[in-house]
């Protein structure tokens, strides 16, 4: 379950929160108890946000960049997808491979987002654009000169200006996830100290490497 408390029905008074807990869950149930949206997640995303209306607000307007930007929206997916995957958020990297098999995506080019840099799937822009995203979620917003070159030989200023925007804007949205484990991003830390069997003395490890 998610690390914050999710805001029940009963409890909202915010007519924005409202209106996405009908439109996505349906006017009859409680998001925080009765999970699933109609999208085929559990919705905690929706139901945690709302414990803060003004964050909320904030960020379902960011959605809203979507509406009269004139990025093409298979280059604005293949972004979003690989921030995800390289942030390590189940959820976002879910959603948009969803998001781009819906625009007719080529299931081999979805399939290779997590090893784009060893696959022929992809044109020259589609690859600047993920090597793009590396730079601005891997790298912090380090990016070479020669990758944003690609970038501006195919792509307008404001374009590149709005793949710069929704990129990162997910790059944020999947460390949330992840910080406070919403959605598919509920899972318990995979690393962790693999303890030897009880009883079992172990020796100097350093020692033994070093030939000591």
Known sequence: ??????????EVTDERILFFYDRLFGRDKDPA?????I???????????????????????GFSVYRNATLDPVLRELG??????????????????????????????????????????YSELERAVLAYTDGLVYDGGRVPDEVFAVLKAHLSDPEILELTYITTMYDM??????????????RPEVIEEFRVPEGVEVRDLSADLSGE
């Open 39 to 61: 999208h085929a997640t559990p919705g905690d995303w929706w139901t945690v946000f709302a414990q803060s209306p003004a964050v909320f607000r904030h960020a379902v307007k």
């Open 173 to 186: 949205h999947a460390t949330i996830c992840r910080a406070l484990r919403l959605e598919f991003d509920d």
């Open 33 to 37: 108890v009765d999970h699933g949206t």
């Open 80 to 121: 979003q997808c690989r921030a995800g995957y390289t942030r390590g958020s189940q959820f976002v990297f879910s959603q948009h491979s969803k998001q781009m098999r819906s625009l007719g995506v080529a299931e081999e080019k979805i399939a290779a987002v997590p090893h784009w840099q060893v696959s022929e799937a």
């Open 1 to 10: 379950m998610p690390r914050l408390r999710e805001v029940p029905r009963a």
